[in-house]
C-alpha cells in the first residue's frame, strides 16, 4: 500500500506541475496504467457541440481504435452514462451495448473524469456519521468510494450507488458540464477482477485530473485574451512583436529564411465616414478570417495597429512572401465585402521584408516592411511591394 501511496502522491503532484492539457492526460493513462496494470486503458473526452464522446489516448487496444471511436451521448449509451450518473460503470460480459461489443470490453470499468469542485453532501446535510470514510473529507466524493453510510446505512456497491445517488437531492444537482470524460480501465483479456477500493483509487485520480484540466483550460484562455486582438481574434501587437524577436533569433542561429508581411486597408475611413463604424469593425473581422485562412498555420498574423495587420512568415523566402501576399490581394479584390444590400469594395497594400536582404535585426525589418507598404500607398494603393 505504501507504494501505491507515493505513486499517487508522485501522480497528482506531477498532474498539477504542468499546465499542458495534452500532458496532464498523457501522465494521466501512463500512471494509471503503470500503477493498477489494467490490460487496457482509453480515454474519452467529451466535446460539447457535437454532444460525443471521442476517443483520444489509448494503452493496449489496436492502434487507432480509440483514436477513432466517437460515441454519442445518450441515455442508452452504457459508455456515456458516467456522463450522466457521475458514477463508476461496471461493464460485464453480458452487457448489450453495440459499442461495448465492438471495442471487446467484458470486464471494464467506466470513470467519469470530473472536473469541479463540490460541497460534501456530510457538510450540506450535516451529517454525523465518523465512521463513513467520506466523512470529513473534502475532496472524497461519497458515490466515489465503497462503504458510505447513507442516512446510517452503508452502501457499498456501485450498483447499489446508482440507484440510491441520483435520488438525493445533491447529488441530483451534478450536470454533465461537470465532467471532462470517461476513463475506460479494462480487464477483459487477463479476467483479473477490479476490486471496488481499485476503482476508488482511480475515481480519486480522475478527479484530481479533471480539476487539474479544468484549471489548465482556465489558464490557457486568460493567456489567450492577454494575447488577441478582443475585436478580431487575431494576436495583437505585443505577443506579434515577441514571437518575431524569436523567429529573428532563430533565423540569425540556424541560417533560416524568414519573411515579414505588413499591409493596410485602403482608403479605410472612407469606410467608416460613409458606414459606420459599426460596418468598419465588421470590415476589420470579416479581413482578419480571410488573411487567417490565406495564411499557413505556422504563420503568425496580428492585428497591428487601427487598420494595419502584419504576419511572421517563417521558412519563407522573398519570392515566397511575394506570391503568398499577391494571393491574398487579389482574393480580397475579387470579393467585395457585402453589408445588407451593399457591395464594399476593399483593397490592401502591401509591405515585405526578408531576414538576411533588407535587414538582420528586428527593428530593421519593420521598418522596411513599414517602408515597403508606404511605398505600396504611395505608388496607388492596392499592390505588393518591397523596400
Known amino acids: 500500500m505504501e507504494n501505491t501511496e507515493l505513486t499517487l502522491l508522485e501522480m497528482i503532484g506531477s498532474v498539477y506541475e504542468d499546465l499542458d492539457t495534452d500532458k496532464i492526460e498523457e501522465r494521466f493513462v501512463e500512471l494509471v496504467n503503470d500503477m493498477f496494470h489494467f490490460d487496457r486503458v482509453a480515454l474519452f473526452f467529451l466535446k460539447h457541440r457535437k454532444q460525443v464522446l471521442q476517443g483520444k489516448l489509448s494503452r493496449g487496444f489496436p492502434p487507432g481504435m480509440i483514436e477513432n471511436t466517437e460515441i454519442p451521448i445518450k441515455n442508452d449509451s452504457i459508455i456515456a452514462r458516467p456522463l450522466i450518473t457521475g458514477i463508476p460503470v461496471r461493464i460485464s460480459p453480458d452487457d448489450p451495448d453495440q459499442q461495448v461489443g465492438l471495442l471487446g470490453l467484458a470486464n471494464s470499468v467506466l470513470v467519469p473524469i470530473v472536473n469541479k469542485k463540490r460541497i460534501p453532501c456530510w457538510e450540506i446535510k450535516n451529517c454525523n456519521q465518523p465512521g463513513c470514510p467520506a466523512y470529513g473529507r473534502k475532496w472524497l466524493r461519497c458515490w466515489l468510494v465503497p462503504g458510505t453510510k447513507c442516512g446510517g446505512e452503508a452502501v457499498d456497491s456501485l450498483d447499489e450507488k446508482a440507484v440510491r445517488c441520483p435520488a438525493c437531492p445533491i447529488f441530483a444537482s451534478f450536470n454533465i458540464d461537470a465532467i471532462e470524460g470517461v476513463l475506460v480501465a479494462d480487464n477483459s483479456i487477463s479476467k483479473r477482477p477490479i476490486t471496488e477500493d481499485i476503482i476508488t483509487l482511480v475515481s480519486v485520480i480522475a478527479h484530481t485530473v479533471g480539476m487539474a ?101 517563417s521558412n519563407a523566402s522573398r519570392e515566397q512572401a511575394l506570391a503568398i501576399s499577391e494571393k491574398l490581394r487579389r482574393s480580397i479584390e475579387e470579393y467585395p465585402f457585402v453589408h445588407r444590400e451593399s457591395r464594399i469594395s476593399v483593397t490592401l497594400s502591401f509591405g515585405i521584408s526578408t531576414f538576411g536582404i533588407d535587414s538582420k535585426k528586428f527593428e530593421g525589418l519593420i521598418e522596411s516592411a513599414d517602408k515597403a507598404l508606404y511605398k505600396a500607398k504611395a505608388q496607388g494603393r492596392n499592390m505588393v511591394c518591397t523596400p
Open 213 to 313: 484540466i479544468n484549471n489548465s483550460k482556465i489558464y490557457m484562455k486568460t493567456l489567450d485574451v492577454a494575447i488577441r486582438d478582443s475585436l478580431t481574434s487575431l494576436h495583437n501587437r505585443r505577443y506579434f512583436n515577441e514571437r518575431l524577436l524569436d523567429e529573428v533569433e532563430r533565423a540569425g542561429r540556424y541560417g533560416d529564411s524568414l519573411s515579414l508581411i505588413m499591409c493596410d486597408i485602403d482608403h479605410f475611413k472612407r469606410i467608416n465616414d460613409n458606414y459606420g463604424h459599426p460596418v468598419g469593425d465588421e470590415v476589420l473581422r470579416w479581413l482578419a478570417e480571410i488573411l487567417r485562412k490565406g495564411l499557413r498555420k505556422s504563420d503568425v498574423i496580428s492585428r497591428y495597429g487601427g487598420e494595419e495587420f502584419a504576419a511572421i512568415l
